[in-house]
């Protein structure tokens, strides 16, 4: 609950601040649900997605605004992620864990570390109109939650497996502005 409580007040936030601001040059306004129709050609499953990353975006908006809402957002989760990674670390003598789990979970730890400090980079430019990184960066915080996401067999399986999908559906709607 808490997480749809800030994310929502993220969302107004970022579109009080963007509207307040200029727009970025070369970035086309449009709806959500245009923008969830333009990265989601091909399946129903990332339009889905899509549509609910973008819930409580404005309707109509500048492309960025949508990047940066599906961005903050997986900044969010990946705070919650590794919050439970650090409890099943953090267990007691009686409930240790075993090697390889554990391993698993410090290395995932610190890929979340390198994918949080991406797409804070990212939205950061994405905010400064400046797209000169936003893509690669997109692409390298993909890589480092997909890393964990190959080698979890834990209790975080599934919030890796979702924080996995908001990452590409940030990078996808940041395509609409830099390509893929």
Same mark, same amino acid.
Do not use: D, Q
């Given at each position: 609950m808490t997480f749809v409580i800030t994310a929502a007040v993220l969302v $107004? $936030?970022? @579109?009080?601040?963007l509207i307040a601001g200029e727009a970025c040059d070369n970035v086309p306004t449009m709806t959500s649900s245009d923008a969830c129709l333009t990265l $989601?050609?091909?399946?129903?499953?990332? %339009? @889905?997605l899509c549509r609910e990353t973008l819930l409580n975006a404005p309707a109509t908006a500048e492309v960025t605004v949508y990047a940066l809402v599906a961005t903050r957002l997986a900044i969010l989760r990946y705070r919650d992620t590794v919050g439970e990674i650090d409890q099943m670390l953090g267990?007691?003598?009686? *409930? *240790?864990?075993?090697?390889a789990e554990g391993a698993a979970l410090? %290395?995932?730890?610190? *890929?979340y570390g390198e994918a949080r400090s991406l797409m804070a980079g990212v939205a950061d430019q994405l905010f400064a109109c400046d797209m000169s990184r936003v893509r690669q960066e997109y692409i390298d915080a993909q890589?480092?939650?997909?890393?964990?996401?190959?080698?979890?067999? $834990?209790p975080v399986t599934d919030m890796v497996s979702a924080d996995f999908d908001l990452t590409i559906v @940030?990078?996808?709607?940041?395509?609409?502005?830099?390509?893929?």
């Open positions: $107004s $936030s970022l @579109a009080v601040m $989601s050609n091909t399946t129903e499953r990332w %339009h @889905a267990g007691t003598r009686e *409930k *240790k864990l075993p090697a410090e %290395h995932c730890r610190e *890929k890589v480092a939650v997909g890393s964990c996401h190959t080698r979890m067999g $834990s @940030a990078y996808l709607l940041g395509a609409i502005i830099v390509g893929r």
